[in-house]
């Protein structure tokens, strides 16, 4: 298995969407997906989607999101 962090929202932050929107970043992969089908299995939930005050703002917490996913996995 890929260890991933996942988003299932409407990004209130970016661009508010109508509908839910899932976005996949796989942890320590370097290639181009789009257009492949895959299967995703989720283990865990990190948190609430949120709105936050500025771009840099939703990128510092997915850092923080990818580094304890990284936590998460280590110890498996």
Do not use: W
Not at 2 to 9: D, E, F, H, I, T
Not at 47 to 62: A, H, M, P, W
Request: net charge negative.
């Amino acid at each position: 298995p890929q260890p991933a962090v996942a988003s299932v929202g409407l990004r209130p932050t970016v661009n508010a969407l109508q509908r839910p929107l899932l976005e996949v970043h796989l942890l320590d992969y370097d290639g181009d997906l789009y257009g492949q089908s895959m299967t995703l299995e989720f283990v865990s939930r990190l948190r609430d989607t949120r709105r936050f005050g500025s771009v840099d703002e939703l990128r510092e917490q997915l850092r923080r999101d990818v580094a304890q996913t990284i936590e998460a996995v280590s110890h498996d």
